[in-house]
């Protein structure tokens, strides 16, 4: 059960990557849109808003569900 919750976390972050990515590339709205608008415009200071607002989102969207399965696995003796 550790690997696949392992797993999963790696594929969630593999995914939020991409996500940001494609906003990036194709995308009207969204940080990557965001981001990549900023920079055309020279608004350097928007561009570290994005980049720190994906650093905390992709933090976030690995310790929750870390933390959730270590209280989850834990009656079962299993540790992360």
Do not use: C
Not at 21 to 34: C, F, N, P, R, T
């Amino acid at each position: 059960m550790p690997h696949i919750v392992t797993g999963a976390r790696l594929a969630m972050g593999n995914s939020f990557l991409t996500i940001v990515s494609a906003e990036i590339v194709a995308s009207q709205v969204g940080l990557g849109s965001l981001i990549r608008t900023s920079r055309n415009h020279g608004r350097i200071d928007w561009v570290f808003v994005g980049i720190i607002t994906l650093g905390i989102l992709g933090f976030v969207s690995d310790r929750v569900p870390r933390i959730v399965a270590s209280r989850v696995l834990r009656r079962y003796g299993v540790k992360l």
